[in-house]
């Protein structure tokens, strides 16, 4: 891949901070950097080794602009592939921004987002699925999934799309020879053994494809909502939580001022508590969710956690909630149990698995512990064991992944009917372009730029 103009922009986050970097790609930015950097040695950057610091001034003209360190990376040992200058400067607006300004007016173009890391995908020192794992190493809100998309970063999604293309092209050969030659040349090639290399990809792709549901709960939280009639304890046990896992991100999203969002950390997975005033603020917000306002928040809820006050008999309120969790992932949480126990126990379990109970004293923080075990396994489900498992957490990888078993299921029934073998080609080469769509090997134009303009600038 050729490109020939040079980009710039400012790295580092707007605002005031001990130091901006200002990146500079392509194959004028040693031209445009000689231009206006001095070293404080009088040596040209080409006179120091690549990637060393060089201590300096900016300048325009006879004018100093700012003092820098700035760093050399012949390409291809770069980021981008190319040519990358680095000029670390005083952070805040202005340095940065007359730096900026300084590059763009010798020919050099701003950069677009994500557009640094699109180059390091067009020029093949990564593949696609890397390059969007760096996006989410960046938005990462917990340890764990910061850990899954470092894994990607590495590559562990590539290789595994690697080695299941490798497969599929296996068959590929084996299905051309078989087109090219009568059939009596061919023993290998039966419709058994077609079928057994196809089984095979097919539950590789299935395991892969089973992960994508706690992927996307690692990459953008498990959307929670605690329901229960008042006095039951929902804001006791709800800053017992808080309490003691620290809020990650609060965050206001724009026009309605009044929902909140608060992550909190259980056992590596981002819970995003969803409120509809906000948590501490209000003494009894949770209660507002009542049952016919439930609705929305239970549609786009991920999990429910419903509130009962075991000290008390079940009321037809209880009942009316209950009635309403039916198809919805919940833990019904009995509360208070440092009291005498008088909730009716058989007519929950009409409601309710046993297996989905928690029994909590919100006062005694008693049962907290368990209720985190259950979410954990709850989103789990044995498919992810730990951070170093190999989890899809990227929906577009997940909808290629769903159309590559799409495709592999139609191959099965073709090899089923023993249809002839350039209708069985023709979705094995399906599988292998939808493959390629996560690596990014037959991803078109269009799509590369909607996956990059979601890049913050300068990345
Ligand atoms: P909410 O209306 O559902 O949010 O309930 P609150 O959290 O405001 O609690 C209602 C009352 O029950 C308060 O007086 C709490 O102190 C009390 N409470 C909450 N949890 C427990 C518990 O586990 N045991 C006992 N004995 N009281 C509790
Ligand atoms: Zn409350």
Not at 402 to 416: F, P, Q, R
Request: glycine share 6%; charged share 30%.
């Amino acid at each position: 891949m050729f490109i020939d103009d040079t980009i710039a922009a400012i790295a580092t986050a707007p605002g005031e901070g001990g130091i901006g970097i200002v990146r500079i790609s392509g194959q004028k930015a040693l031209k445009v950097a000689d231009e206006i950097f001095r070293s404080m040695s009088g040596k040209t950057i080409s006179e120091y080794k690549t990637r060393t610091l060089i201590y300096g001034n900016i300048v325009d003209g006879e004018d100093v602009i700012d003092e820098v360190l700035l760093a050399y990376m012949k390409g291809p040992n770069s980021y981008t592939a190319e040519d990358v200058i680095e000029i670390n400067c005083h952070g805040g607006f202005i340095s940065v921004k007359k730096i900026l300004e300084l590059i763009l007016s010798k020919d050099v173009r701003i950069a677009e987002p994500g557009e640094f890391t699109k180059r390091a995908f067009l020029n093949g020192r990564i593949d696609l699925s890397q390059a969007e794992a760096i996006i989410d190493v960046i938005k990462a809100k917990t340890d764990m999934a910061h850990q899954v998309a470092q894994n990607q970063l590495e590559g562990s999604l590539s290789s595994k799309i690697k080695e299941l293309r490798g497969k599929v092209t296996e068959v590929l050969a084996h299905l051309e020879v078989a087109i090219d030659f009568s059939e009596e040349d061919i023993e290998e090639i039966t419709y058994q053994t077609l079928k057994e290399k196809a089984e095979e990809i097919r539950i590789e792709i299935k395991k892969l494809y089973d992960t994508a549901e706690s992927g996307k709960i690692l990459r953008d939280g498990l959307k929670t909502v605690i329901v229960g009639k008042p006095n039951v304890g929902k804001s006791s046990l709800l800053n017992s939580i808080l309490g003691e896992n620290r809020a990650i991100v609060t965050d206001i999203p724009g026009t309605t001022r009044d929902v909140i969002e608060e992550f909190v950390n259980i056992k590596g997975i981002p819970l995003k508590i969803v409120d509809t005033a906000g948590i501490r603020e209000t003494e009894d917000v949770v209660e507002k969710i009542g049952v016919e306002k439930s609705r929305e928040s239970f549609n786009s809820a991920d999990l429910v956690i419903m509130v009962l006050d075991s000290s008390r008999n079940l009321s037809d309120e209880d009942i009316e909630i209950l009635e309403n969790l039916e198809n919805k992932k919940t833990i019904v949480i009995l509360n208070k149990t440092d009291l005498e126990p008088k909730i009716e126990e058989d007519v929950l379990a009409k409601y309710v698995k046993e297996e989905n109970i928690i029994r909590t004293s919100a006062l005694k923080h008693e049962g907290i512990e368990e209720l985190y075990d259950k979410i954990e396994s709850m989103v789990y489900k044995g498919s992810v064991k730990n951070s170093s498992s190999l989890v899809i957490t990227n929906s577009r990888h997940k909808d290629a992944l769903l159309k590559s078993y799409e495709s592999i299921n139609d191959a099965i029934n073709a090899i089923d009917s023993f249809l002839p073998y350039d209708f069985i080609e023709v979705d094995f080469k399906n599988i292998w372009d939808y493959l390629g769509y996560i690596n990014g090997d037959t991803v078109k134009e269009d799509l590369l730029d909607t996956i990059f303009s979601n890049f913050c600038i300068g990345k």
